[in-house]
């Protein structure tokens, strides 16, 4: 990240990793599952250039607007009342795709690609799925399950390791252990275009078995906290919790 090369070279400029942590059904009461079962958590999150920056400069900053957080919320929204909906855009969406040096990337504008593991494959994939499904229920947002960050000594070593990640998700269900439920948990690390998050989302080029994917067509689950930061000019990493209120 950061280094001189030419606007025609997009493999040397830009680029992260579109993988995330999650499952779809992370119980509270059951916390020891954050230990003990791999797809929680991600294994790899971001190109070796863009974690040495994270880890030799502070360059965190925080949201300071709600508008980056509805826009998201919309979007997933959308999807959940209108699956078919998106079909459209999921197929727009393929024309970003490329390769490049062995990889497959994705253009999200602003000289910022995500390295996809299937491509088209999966876009074409996402679509077929999308066909069958009904719409469900839209999601609330809820500012309890909003997962708050400090810069501290510990957020500066590596904000999306696994250690960091099990240390606030450990927090914030202590936090919300007598109040709610918690069904799903992913990060996402996009550009800040909420609409292409929403769509990368739910596509899940990932290796972790659709966990995004189903956590936003979770028709189970009522509630979702939203947050963000900043990891770098127009890279923005975005936090979903989602959950239920008790009985």
Not at 133 to 142: F, T, V
Not at 218 to 231: A, L, P, Q, R, T
């Amino acid at each position: 990240m950061g280094c001189q090369c030419s606007k025609n070279d997009p493999a040397k400029e830009q680029i992260f990793k579109q993988e995330t942590n999650t499952d779809q059904s992370i119980d509270s009461k059951n916390l020891q599952n954050l230990q003990n079962n791999s797809n929680l958590i991600i294994n790899n999150t971001i190109d070796s250039n863009l974690s040495k920056e994270l880890n030799n400069r502070k360059i965190y900053t925080f949201q300071n607007t709600n508008q980056l957080i509805y826009q998201l919320f919309q979007h997933i929204n959308k999807i959940r009342m209108n699956p078919m909906s998106i079909i459209e855009k999921v197929e727009m969406y393929k024309s970003n795709i490329f390769e490049k040096d062995g990889q497959i990337l994705f253009d999200c504008g602003n000289k910022i690609y995500s390295i996809l593991t299937k491509g088209k494959i999966a876009f074409d994939d996402c679509i077929r799925f999308l066909s069958t499904q009904k719409s469900i229920e839209p999601l609330e947002l809820n500012n309890d399950l909003k997962i708050e960050l400090t810069i501290d000594n510990e957020l500066e070593k590596n904000i999306v390791s696994y250690e960091f990640i099990e240390k606030i998700l450990k927090k914030k269900f202590e936090e919300l252990k007598d109040k709610y439920i918690i069904l799903g948990f992913h990060y996402d690390i996009c550009s800040n275009n909420t609409e292409i998050s929403a769509i990368l989302q739910i596509v899940d080029d990932t290796k972790n078995k659709f966990s995004r994917r189903k956590n936003i067509l979770n028709n189970k689950v009522k509630y979702v906290g939203i947050s963000y930061f900043y990891i770098k000019e127009n890279i923005i990493c975005y936090y979903l919790l989602f959950g239920n209120k008790k009985k």
